[in-house]
């Protein structure tokens, strides 16, 4: 799709102190991809239009994905640890976690009868009706009041976690249906969920729909000025264009050969992360037309 004018892209500024959009993370080392991941970005947008986890994506699912580094950022390295130590016990721990109820109580709960089921119910909130009763070694902090293990100690685990800090991107999302994109932008700038750029610790900064051009994802990352956020506010932006020619990713409709393919072209969402299918994309080196058009955006 070589620059239809039936094509319309929406582009996304994701911009922060710290980004981190996992691909390949697994329990204690959570890494970060060097840029934002096409299902990061579409959680992003059915987060931002309130979509249930587990609705179909309908439109979103059908765009086709592009992402310009204007300003890449430099890996960071957390050394984060989980537990450790006495923590608070919340009744509903002790009734959905039979370990730890166990623990808790230095002696293991009995077995529910068969015939006494799970109740069904919203995550975090199933019962059982006559099998559980009050623990023990339980006892109230003298400060706070909150319900603590008495005894019950747990090892800290380490885990490794990445970020990116100080990057921004120009994100591209093209759609023959300009309608489609207006929603997900208004929706951005309206947001029915809290947003993240990866995890819940990356909050974006400023604008993040920066508006909807026609053409295609190459045509419009070459007709916009880098974000304001790459070269500074003040910067000339066609002297800022000589010097500096970003890379962007943007995804084929067809695989490619001799070109790994992404598992994260998003199926569906999940609270067990959803399924996802694999995708290619093309680099290209991007040179900003001299007369691109710049921006008039909150940082």
């Known amino acids: 799709m070589n620059g239809t004018n039936d094509s319309h892209v929406l582009l996304i500024r994701l911009a922060g102190p710290l980004q981190s959009w996992g691909i390949d993370g697994r329990f204690a080392r959570r890494d970060t991809h060097s840029r934002p991941t096409k299902s990061g970005v579409i959680g992003l947008c059915a987060a931002a239009l309130g979509l249930p986890r587990e609705e179909p994506l309908g439109g979103l699912a059908e765009v086709r994905f592009g992402v310009r580094a204007d300003r890449p950022g430099t890996p960071l390295r ?7 130590g006495k923590y608070p016990l919340r009744p509903r721990d002790l ?5 730890r109820a166990a623990k808790a ?14 109740e069904p119910g919203p995550f975090g909130r199933a019962e059982f009706h006559a099998w559980y009763g009050s623990p ?3 006892v109230a902090d003298p400060g706070s009041g909150v319900l603590v293990s008495g005894e019950v100690r747990r090892h800290s685990l380490i885990t490794e976690r990445w970020y990116l800090t100080d990057a921004a991107f120009l994100v591209g999302l093209e ?6 994109l ?9 947001p029915k969920r809290l947003l993240w750029l990866g995890r819940k610790a990356c909050p974006p900064s400023g604008d993040l729909a920066v508006g909807i051009a026609s053409g295609s994802l ?3 990352f070459e007709t916009h000025s880098l974000l304001p956020d790459a070269v500074g506010p003040e910067a000339e932006p066609s002297a800022t264009a000589q010097r500096i020619r970003p890379w962007a990713w943007i995804e084929s409709r067809r695989p490619l050969p001799g070109v ?6 998003p199926v569906q969402f999940g609270g067990d992360g959803g399924t996802h299918s694999l995708r290619w994309e093309t680099r290209h080196r991007i040179t900003i037309a001299e007369h691109a058009r710049g921006w008039d955006i909150i940082l």
């Not at 957390?78 to 450790?84: A, I, K, L």
């Not at 230095?106 to 006494?116: A, E, F, V």
């Open 78 to 84: 957390d050394y984060h640890t989980v537990g450790g």
């Open 95 to 99: 009734i959905t976690d039979h370990r």
């Open 105 to 118: 109580t230095k002696d293991s709960l009995p077995t529910p009868p068969q015939d006494d089921a799970l």
């Open 136 to 138: 023990k070694y339980v």
């Open 175 to 180: 759609h023959q249906g300009r309608t489609l």
């Open 182 to 190: 207006e929603s997900v932008a208004h929706a951005l700038e309206h």
């Open 218 to 220: 190459k045509e419009v």
């Open 260 to 265: 790994g393919p992404l598992s994260d072209q």
